[in-house]
């Protein structure tokens, strides 16, 4: 059973540019959310999708963007990176409903220049 | 929102004690509260989690504890070994499967 998908595993972008990263949901698992983790920090939350809608938001501008495909995979988009943006960016996946395990990724490391 | 504060933020014991890491949190309406492993490099692995209908929950050498009324939950590891070097997270969510609100890590050291 194959877990959380993240691609690519590691990126270099010029400030200013657009990024798109990747993510296949654990094998029945149809909620997906994204988080940010600076390095030595914990992961924070960007946004969650579920049926193809984003249904819960963390504190991130609208740079950072998202969408949900029917076979629920995700993608993370950021535009007009910034130096800051720099970080490991994780996908989580999860049933939905309360208390479900979420489990993550190996993330994708982005590195801003 | 949510805050959780996770301490200490290093934390070094010898192979074979034991390893406590504690947190707190402020949203009294937060149910969910998860524990992750992570190594140099990967993602974060659950461990193991607890909801607020629980008081605690072992799983071998891990457990957790949750205190409600003094909204703090703790990492309890036994019998350490050096394979459980890695910084840990713990996290609490309002809505269990809904976005989590992570410390900022314990880095844990198992000296040989």
């Known amino acids: 059973d194959a877990g959380v998908t993240q691609s690519p595993t590691h990126l270099i972008k010029t400030r200013g540019q657009q990024v798109t990263l990747r993510c296949s949901p654990k094998?029945?698992?149809?909620?997906v959310s994204w988080y940010q983790q600076a390095l030595g920090q914990g992961p924070q939350f960007i946004f969650q999708?579920?049926?193809?809608?984003?249904?819960q938001r963390g504190n991130f501008p609208d740079r950072f963007s998202g969408h949900q495909f029917p076979n629920y995979s995700s993608e993370l988009n950021v535009n007009a990176l910034l130096l800051g943006d720099s970080a490991l960016y994780l996908c989580?996946?999860?049933?939905?409903?309360?208390?479900?395990?979420?489990?993550f990724g190996e993330g994708s490391w982005l590195t801003v220049v | 929102g949510e805050n959780v504060e996770q301490h200490p933020s290093t934390l070094s014991v010898q192979e074979g004690d034991s390893a406590v890491i504690k947190c707190t949190y402020s949203?009294?309406?937060?149910?969910?509260f998860p524990w992750y492993k992570q190594e140099l490099g990967k993602g974060p692995q659950l461990i193991i989690d607890i909801r607020s209908n629980v008081g605690e929950k072992k799983d071998q050498r891990i457990a957790v504890t949750l205190n409600k009324t003094a909204k703090h939950f703790s990492l309890h590891i036994t019998e350490t070994q050096p394979e459980d070097s890695a910084v840990y997270f713990c996290?609490?969510?309002?809505?269990?499967?809904?976005?989590?609100?992570f410390g900022k890590g314990t880095h844990l050291i198992i000296q040989p």
């Open positions: 094998s029945g698992h149809d909620t």
């Open positions: 999708y579920y049926e193809e809608e984003e249904r």
């Open positions: 989580a996946s999860s049933l939905p409903g309360l208390g479900n395990t979420i489990y």
């Open positions: 996290a609490a969510s309002t809505r269990g499967a809904d976005g989590l609100t």
């Open positions: 949203d009294s309406a937060s149910n969910y």
